[in-house]
């Protein structure tokens, strides 16, 4: 039997809300397969801890992750602390602190789901986006002068490095490798940005001449925009940097049916620190502490988490158990049109994770 130790950081809002919602679906798979185990520490991390320490999370804090196999992380923004400050001292702390460099949000629409687009079906809208998550435009380089006067003046830089260039390219088509298309595009911007896209397009040619196998184009992230929308079955694995990878899968969330569904990866690949899984979906002040999250975005990334520790049935068997629940319109909740409560959900989820087989034929 294998023991995972999982950190949990619930942070703000509904995080605190969907986190145990996570941990439940995770102790039900734990007790329908006794070659599975977790052992689970809670970390009290975010706005709460802000007011009690002036810190999101307390110095030494990654200290404390590296030892886990794994982090399951709920939202940093809490609405009495400036956006900027609760997720560079959390969440951007620990993405960059643990060089979680590559950030993975798969988009399916999943069974029982309306989505917006009218002419899409649900098989044709499959894609993983790899988002560069250690530089970029959110690289932190910049700084304010003359502040409060009237000639006061302000950057954010964009930092590109060859080599975090280099990683994540190198990600994306591994993981384009992997899947049965084996295609991906690489979103750029290096007709107006003739610098750091011009070299971010230079190295995708040089990456890709290692993986004969994947065939890959090239979208500019505005023109990817309408491609989503207008021929979202073109489109398959895409890689793109911390800000345009930001926005679209936001809406590639949107256009899947809603945020509270999809998950998020934040991996160092090279397995040298911990990984940390995360919904997509903020803090949602406008739901908070109503117990109707959605907590569907969690359970997917509990998949993705097990995925990673190389638990493949289980990973199945909890991704077939949320796709019977979502096929239930009774077990929506608000944000799908639906009545249900993030605890009834959860009770769904967890009673189909213990009545699956866990032999499962592969999705
Ligand atoms: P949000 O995702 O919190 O909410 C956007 C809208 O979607 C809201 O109407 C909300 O009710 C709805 N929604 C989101 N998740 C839902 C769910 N699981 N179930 C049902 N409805 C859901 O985004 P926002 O309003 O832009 O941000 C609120 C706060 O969260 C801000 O402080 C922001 O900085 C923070 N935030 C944090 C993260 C993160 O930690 N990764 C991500 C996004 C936003
Ligand atoms: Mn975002």
């Known amino acids: 039997m294998t023991t995972y130790k999982i950190a949990l950081i619930p942070g703000d809002g509904i995080g605190k809300e969907v986190i145990p919602a996570g941990r439940q679906v995770l102790e039900s798979l734990s007790a329908a397969d006794p070659e599975i185990s977790f052992s689970f520490e809670s970390f009290p991390w975010g706005g709460d801890y802000y007011r009690a320490h002036g810190a999101m999370m307390p110095a030494d804090g990654l200290e404390a992750l590296r030892g886990k196999d794994a982090i399951l992380f709920g939202s940093a923004g809490d609405p009495d602390i400036p956006d900027h400050i609760t997720l560079w001292g959390l969440r951007l702390k620990i993405c960059q602190g643990l060089d979680q460099y590559a950030n993975v949000r798969p988009t399916r629409i ?8 009218k002419r899409c079906r649900p098989e044709d809208l499959n894609w993983v986006i790899v988002r560069e ?3 970029g435009e959110y690289s932190g380089a910049g700084g304010r002068v003359h502040q409060g006067l009237p000639m006061e003046a302000a950057t954010d830089l964009s930092m590109m490095t060859r080599a975090g260039v280099e990683r994540i390219q190198r990600y994306a088509f591994g993981l384009a490798q992997s899947r049965p298309r084996k295609h991906l595009t690489v979103v750029t911007k290096s007709n107006a940005q003739r610098h750091a896209m011009v070299m971010w397009d230079e190295v995708a040619r040089e990456v890709a001449q290692e993986f004969p196998e994947v065939t890959w184009d ?5 023109a990817a925009t309408a491609r989503m929308v207008n021929h979202p079955a073109t489109l398959d694995t895409i890689v793109a940097t911390n800000l345009h990878a930001d926005i ?3 809406l590639a969330a949107a256009l899947a049916g809603s945020l509270g569904i999809g998950p998020t ?10 990984s940390m899984f995360e919904p997509i979906h903020g803090s949602a002040f406008d739901i908070m502490g109503k117990g109707i999250a959605n907590p569907i975005g969690t359970f997917w990334t ?4 097990l995925e990673h520790l190389g638990e493949i049935e289980a990973a199945r068997r909890v991704m077939a158990a949320i796709e019977r629940v979502t096929a239930n319109p009774a077990l929506h909740t608000r944000d799908l049109g639906g009545t249900a409560t993030t605890a009834q959900v959860t009770a ?4 189909q994770v213990a009545s699956t087989r866990s032999c499962l034929t592969p999705a």
């Open 302 to 305: 509990a998949v993705m988490l």
């Open 218 to 222: 090239k979208e500019m992230v505005d």
């Open 110 to 117: 999943l069974p029982g789901i309306d989505a917006p687009l």
């Open 133 to 135: 998550n250690s530089e």
């Open 348 to 351: 769904a989820v967890c009673a």
């Open 265 to 274: 990866a934040n991996i160092n690949p090279e397995r040298a620190t911990p």
């Open 248 to 250: 679209l899968s936001d």
